[in-house]
T-cell receptor, first 114, second 111 residues
Framework: AQKVTQAQTEISVVEKEDVTLDCVYE???????LFWYKQPPSGELVFLIR??????QNEISGRYSWNFQKSTSSFNFTITASQVVDSAVYFC???????????FGAGTILRVKS | EPEVTQTPSHQVTQMGQEVILRCVPISNHLYFYWYRQILGQKVEFLVS????????KSEIFDDQFSVERPDGSNFTLKIRSTKLEDSAMYFCASSEKYEQFFGPGTRLTVL
């Protein structure tokens, strides 16, 4: 069975602080895919990143970085120098194959105050 | 940039009525999905569709729900007899294979 746990329900930071959103997953498959989505106050779901289980290389995209550790089944997301526009709900998700359903975590509400 | 579109953005209906939610996936995508999000909760998978048939469905997707791809562009979700607990945001998504791109959602309110 697949499961994604985002233990942090809500995080509040002040602008320019770094913040890390945690994600822990469970799956029996050896091949799987991990995702992060952003849901701003307007409500849409915005794709941020996909990671394959066989690629543990960490990734950086501007102020965003992701740390994938198979040994701890974690796929954490760090925002450096946070901005008010980063305020949103962030979802981690897992899929066991291409074309398969996404299993979402409960989401973490990030509030960035100026 | 191509995007998934959904209509209507908001649908209000009476309990027991039928509703059809419409989606236009990204044109070269092969996989289509419906998810729902009850207010303040996680996003839940309903159904996936590939090669003109359902490939997987969740426990939520019971006999009251159906999906259809009536032509080459639209993908619809029908709820035959709506219940109060069907009130939620319904998201359509499509993918070429891995990354699923979501539409803006239809907020369904059942009174």
């Amino acid at each position: 069975a697949q499961k994604v746990t985002q233990a942090q329900t809500e995080i509040s930071v002040v602008e320019k602080e770094d913040v890390t959103l945690d994600c822990v997953y469970e799956t029996r498959d050896t091949t799987y895919y991990l995702f992060w989505y952003k849901q701003p106050p307007s409500g849409e779901l915005v794709f941020l990143i996909r990671r394959n289980s066989f690629d543990e290389q960490n990734e950086i995209s501007g102020r965003y970085s992701w740390n994938f550790q198979k040994s701890t089944s974690s796929f954490n997301f760090t925002i450096t120098a946070s901005q008010v526009v980063d305020s949103a709900v962030y979802f981690c998700a897992l899929s066991e194959a291409g074309g398969n359903k996404l299993v979402f975590g409960a989401g973490t509400i990030l509030r960035v105050k100026s | 940039e191509p995007e998934v579109t959904q209509t209507p953005s908001h649908q209000v209906t009476q309990m027991g009525q039928e509703v059809i939610l419409r989606c236009v996936p990204i044109s070269n995508h092969l996989y289509f999905y419906w998810y729902r999000q009850i207010l303040g909760q996680k996003v839940e998978f309903l159904v996936s569709f590939y090669n003109n048939e359902i490939s997987e469905k969740s426990e939520i997707f019971d006999d009251q729900f159906s999906v259809e791809r009536p032509d080459g562009s639209n993908f619809t979700l029908k709820i035959r007899s709506t219940k109060l607990e069907d009130s939620a945001m319904y998201f359509c998504a499509s993918s070429e294979k891995y990354e699923q791109f979501f539409g803006p959602g239809t907020r369904l309110t059942v009174l």
